[in-house]
């Protein structure tokens, strides 16, 4: 069979990590699926640093977007650029053109996947995309081919490796937000901006594709409550630590009878929970299934390599030319429906909510008559010691019985307008009941 | 398209668990795949019971094995007869005649997989497997598809729900084997006859399966050492605990400079590794990617639905078309090797043991100098409290470095003669360093 030519635009560290695994081990890939996959040029804008680079001598590198995606040899067309923009574009384009697409990018199709997908479609072409959710964790193809006949009731799961490593590092060592954030940076685990990660934009953008899969359900990452870590105190992960619990950044998707609930939070996990034990960048997520109950998939989220692995899974099954037929039998196509997006405030679910109370007799009767009229029963309370002098209030953590977030909102608010609380301090996280 | 017709092999509590899928979710699939799926007809012995089944009204049962296979309008035969004879007889039969095949048989598979897969190929048929190990966790389809371009370095995994559930049981209760696994058979666990899978023979097959596909190497049963489990003793699990391990009945593959190691035995994890926490009937598998790094899937590896779930899966997508060119591109076709499986002899571990050490001085000294002699040095060593009256005897408990099984052999066997040791009540345990 002739070898199948490749175009990588965008040659950052995971384009580099392509590189290295398509010209590192030709040989082998083409022993393993029987044909060649050959890197026919390298398009990014950084030409004279990328010149320099052993790894791609050899490879024709050029600046310039169209040249490649107008050239009748190039099969398929590798999009690392990141971004919206240019990315789109250059996805566009190459669909048009007749070429086959293997993306990383979970921003553009969480936002427009519904059009790129049609217009692979509509050209018999095809996008793969294992390396958008959770690197080289094959959660991707487990939706769309192993769980093809399942009805899928929940998928959830730790799917960013940034908030995943500093949430770790939190709960371990005790350190505040900004240390870890700090530490994360010096490994080359967060950004120089983190705010996508540490935000939960990037984990929504990544559930907006999963539930896409998962449902048949056409959702973008507007669809879907967003809340991240970067308000996280210590404190309440050593609280919620005594309680039993592990707090992690989760995406949740869940079919309920009104609806879906798509909802991205820092999130309290029964320390026995799956998930519970996957720590620093690691990733997991976990699928429910009517007939095969929970399956989790964990394993490294991020990273060149993983993410690398990942995109050559997909050029490696396009240029076998069994991807196309995957593609075009995804469950978006055909059956996509719009599904009602439960708002936030109807979620039901129980919460821990720590509460900073002027150390005086009566104050906890208060809070209680409030939390009663609103219907939210507590199932558990810490308060340890006294106020410090200076200070004059105490640490007052609540965990409740299932209730609804609106209630628990409009209980909350009631009690922190309180003379006898701080309202500032107060804090609420959510429990998983998954 | 026209409806897929499927003749069921054995109606048994997997088959069951098919035919409530296949008739119970018919609109759903053909929803989801775009093409209906017929239970055709039931191939069991036990008519006159299945008859009387309000799940089968309408669905023809018949105890011929013959005339499904000859029906030229049947497109799939799932075989879930179990055992080898029969299930053998029927998969060839059925290939011959042009259908493809779906089997859970790993016994089947991890004997006749080599001959079975080279028919199926001769006659452009295909064999869906991924029910045969795992149950509803998509391992097969994983190596398959995802892990295509892979090196994998090595596979293992807690593969046998019937084991894990004793060892859980004896772990968290200390109840003895025996009890685990009456309690095991109570809660439909364990098999009248448990043999295939405490002695581990079940784990073996679906060994051979898994290494067949991740390392495209030519395996049966018969090049796997297996231990299995009926010999534990609970206290060794409190010792191993004590020590900050857990036991697990492990499956082990793994890629040596000079061959491949297969085996599976009971081994002490670490408390930290991922499989430690995979308790219960639960099944969990790991696979080293040289690009990916370690993916860990984790489900119910038993049961009906889950298993059903995977037969159903595998149903589905050769209706689509899209198994059949999956299931030629398997890497046990053309590059199958024939690889040198190193004997367990050779193998280098880390090694736990348990001595019964008469209660005077110099016993230590002595057991020190035998395993010095072998050149085994010796990690942690527990001795607690003098012997009981009656019996004169101590257990003493050693964790060593890592060291080649031949050696350690040998040391025992000469520790276990010594006149100070009571070598009938010494204990020896592998320790995971994966």
Redesign the interface.
């Known amino acids: 069979m002739e070898k199948c030519n490749v175009a990588l635009y965008g040659c950052g560290t995971v384009g580099r990590?392509v590189a290295e695994?398509l010209l590192g081990?030709q040989a082998?890939?083409t022993?393993?699926?029987?044909r060649g996959i050959r890197l026919a040029c390298v398009v990014d804008k950084r030409v004279d640093e990328l010149r320099k680079l052993p790894l791609l001598a050899g490879i024709p590198i050029c600046s310039d977007l169209e040249a490649p995606i107008n050239d009748p040899e190039i099969d398929i067309v590798i999009e690392l650029i990141g971004g919206m923009e240019t990315a789109g574009n250059i996805t566009e384009k190459a669909l048009k053109a007749g070429k086959n697409v293997v993306t990383a990018n979970k921003a553009l199709l969480a936002n427009r996947a519904d059009a790129l997908f049609k217009l692979a479609r509509q050209r018999g072409r095809s996008i793969g995309f294992?390396a958008s959710v959770a690197?080289?964790?094959?959660i991707i193809?487990?939706l769309r081919?192993?769980?093809?006949?399942?009805?899928i009731s929940s998928i959830f799961g730790i799917v960013n490796g940034t908030c995943n490593y500093i949430l770790s590092r939190m709960t371990d060592e005790g350190v505040s937000y900004p240390e870890a954030l700090a530490e994360a940076r010096e490994k080359g685990y967060a950004e120089a901006d983190p705010t996508l990660d540490v935000e939960g934009h990037d984990s929504a953008h990544k559930l907006a594709i999963l539930a896409r899969l998962a449902f048949?359900i056409n959702v973008t990452d507007n669809d879907i409550y967003c809340e991240g870590i970067s308000h996280i105190n210590p404190a309440d992960i050593a609280y919620a630590g005594s309680l039993g619990y592990k707090l992690k950044l989760l995406a949740i998707g869940r079919i309920k009878d009104d609806g879906v609930e798509l909802r991205v939070h820092p999130t309290l996990l029964h320390r026995n929970h799956?998930l519970a034990?996957v720590d620093n960048s690691i990733n997991a997520v976990c699928i429910h299934?009517?007939?095969?109950?929970?399956?989790?998939?964990?394993?490294?989220g991020a990273?060149a390599?993983?993410t690398?692995?990942?995109v050559?899974?997909d050029?490696?099954?396009m240029a076998?030319?069994?991807y196309q037929?995957?593609f075009r039998?995804l469950?978006v196509f055909?059956?996509t429906e719009t599904i009602h997006c439960i708002p936030q405030e109807q979620i039901e679910t129980k919460y821990y909510f720590r509460l900073s109370c002027m150390d005086r007799a009566g104050v906890l009767a208060r809070v209680a008559g409030v939390l009663g009229e609103h219907n939210i029963s507590i199932d558990s309370c810490i308060q340890q010691g006294r106020a410090h002098q200076d200070s004059g209030y105490v640490p007052v953590v609540f965990m409740t019985h299932r209730v609804k977030e609106e209630n628990l909102l409009n209980a909350l608010r009631e009690i922190n307008s309180l003379e006898c609380i701080d309202g500032a301090e107060s804090v609420m996280l959510r429990v998983a009941e998954i």
């Open positions: 990590g695994i081990h082998g890939i022993r393993s699926i029987g294992e690197g080289g964790v094959p193809a487990t081919d192993s769980f093809v006949a399942e009805t048949g799956p034990v299934g009517q007939a095969v109950g929970e399956v989790t998939l964990t394993g490294l990273g390599e993983p690398a692995g990942a050559v899974a050029v490696c099954r076998l030319g069994v037929e995957d039998l469950p055909g059956g």
